[in-house]
Nanobody, 122 residues
C-alpha cells in the first residue's frame, strides 16, 4: 500500500544545487528510517543520507557538509538538499524506506524503493 515517488532531479553545473523530494503515501509511521541511495552508470548503489522518524540523520563521508536530509512529518515528504554539487554526484537517486515488518518489528534494511530521479552534474 505504500508508495514512494521522487522528483526534483535535473542537470546542474558544478557547484550548483538541487533539492530532491520524495512523496510518501500511506501512514508515515509505516516507515522507521528513510534515505536516499544513488547509483552511477558504472558504479553500484551507494547510500547517501538517512533519517529516522525521530529526526536523527547520517551521511556518507563523500557528501557530509554538502547534503542535508530532512522529513516533513505533516506532509509526508522526504527531502534531500544538495549543495556544492560535483560531477561525481551524478547518477540516479532513489528514495528508500525501511518498512516495518508485519509484526511491527524493524527490518534494518531498505525494502521499499521509488522509481528514481536523474541528477547530472557537469
Amino acid at each position: 500500500h505504500a508508495q514512494l515517488v521522487e522528483s526534483g532531479g535535473g542537470s546542474v553545473q558544478t557547484g550548483g544545487s538541487l533539492r530532491l523530494t520524495c512523496t510518501i503515501s500511506g501512514h508515515t509511521f509505516t516507515y522507521y528510517c528513510m534515505g536516499w541511495v544513488r547509483q552511477a552508470p558504472e558504479k553500484g548503489r551507494e547510500g547517501v543520507a538517512a533519517i529516522d522518524r525521530f529526526g536523527m540523520t547520517s551521511y556518507a563521508d563523500s557528501v557530509k557538509g554538502r547534503f542535508t536530509i530532512s522529513f516533513d512529518n505533516a506532509e509526508k515528504i522526504l527531502f534531500l538538499q544538495m549543495d556544492g554539487l560535483k560531477p561525481e554526484d551524478s547518477g540516479t537517486y532513489y528514495c528508500a524506506a525501511e518498512v516495518l515488518g508485519a509484526s511491527g518489528s524493524r527490518t534494518f534494511q531498505y525494502n521499499s524503493w521509488g522509481q528514481g530521479t536523474q541528477v547530472t552534474v557537469s
